[in-house]
């Protein structure tokens, strides 16, 4: 009969992305003793915690807006901006207001809403939003005997490091749309794309405080390491070192202050109003019981 390790139920599931943009908040958890760390696509995280998969996990904010979902945000840890983002954008051949159509990389929930929102708001434009995978467009290209440049939708919708590392040609997109900075241009707000979150139904539990301290403790620590943090992931995700800098160290926000709080607020209004997501109010987890540390 297996021995049975009375601490393995006590360990916290976290279920998180391995990007560029998560590192300052997952790096050194898996130190943690307390702490088991789950690698995870963005899009598959919120189920995960819906189905006891994992405790805790970094997933997409819409995840927390959808009443299906019944989760509960951690201010312990964002992926946000307060103005351009760089890796959310979208690609048109076509002018802006003369968008029908998106092709969408559906990694991430968020995004695509607020494409969807923000088209509506500052083009009065309702799109139709398709899934779309690079895999399939090299098919096209190879089934068809066309380029593989040709083979790029008029308008696309791409998020994550492949923005950078696996760029559409710009001669096919010369309209393009930075989703962060047209937000901040809509509300003077920042965005949040993500943030660590839980099942509704264990807040206030030792658990999610013990868990929720930690967080912001790992995030703190890193923010004094990031240069070094950066520098040795750039290198990983085949990013320039530059640019890498730029992005976290600058263009990134990943901090939980009142601003982002009151960004993810208004977004849950914006997409109930627009019929996007019928979005329920956001619901925190409290600090009251757990020190949490602001930059």
Not at 64 to 74: G, V, W, Y
Not at 139 to 148: E, L, M, R, V, Y
Not at 163 to 191: C, K, M
Request: aromatic share 6%.
């Amino acid at each position: 009969m297996p021995n049975h390790d009375p601490k393995s139920a006590k360990t916290t599931r976290i279920a998180a992305v391995q990007f560029l943009n998560t590192v300052t908040l997952i790096e050194g958890l898996d130190t943690w003793n307390g702490c088991s760390l789950v690698k995870a696509v963005p899009a598959k995280i919120a189920s995960m915690l819906t189905q006891n998969e994992a405790d805790i996990g970094l997933a997409s904010i819409v995840d927390a807006l959808n009443p299906k979902n019944n989760l509960a945000l951690i201010p312990s840890g964002m992926i946000g901006c307060d103005g351009p983002t760089l890796t959310v954008r979208l690609f048109s051949s076509v002018p802006i207001d003369q968008i029908t159509r998106v092709h969408a990389d559906t990694d991430s929930h968020t995004s695509v809403m607020l494409a969807d929102l923000l088209l509506r708001e500052l083009h009065g434009i309702t799109a139709e939003f398709v899934e779309f995978d690079a895999r399939e467009r090299m098919s096209i290209a190879q089934s068809q005997s066309i380029s593989p440049d040709e083979a790029w939708p008029q308008t696309l919708l791409i998020i994550g490091d492949k923005v950078v590392v696996d760029s559409p040609p710009a001669i096919r997109y010369p309209h393009q749309i930075d989703l962060g900075e047209a937000w901040h241009t809509l509300t003077n707000l920042p965005f949040v794309y993500a943030c660590w979150m839980c099942r509704a139904a264990d807040m206030g539990t030792t658990m999610i405080d013990e868990a929720a301290a930690m967080l912001q403790r790992v995030r703190l620590r890193n923010d004094q390491r990031l240069d070094w943090l950066v520098t040795r992931e750039a290198k990983a995700h085949n990013w320039p070192g530059d640019l890498a800098r730029t992005y976290i160290g600058q263009l990134l926000s990943f901090n939980v202050d009142d601003r982002a709080r009151r960004a993810v607020e208004l977004f849950a209004t914006k997409l109930k109003e627009h019929n996007i997501l019928d979005a329920k109010h956001p619901q925190w987890v409290s600090t009251n019981s757990v020190e949490l540390t602001s930059q």
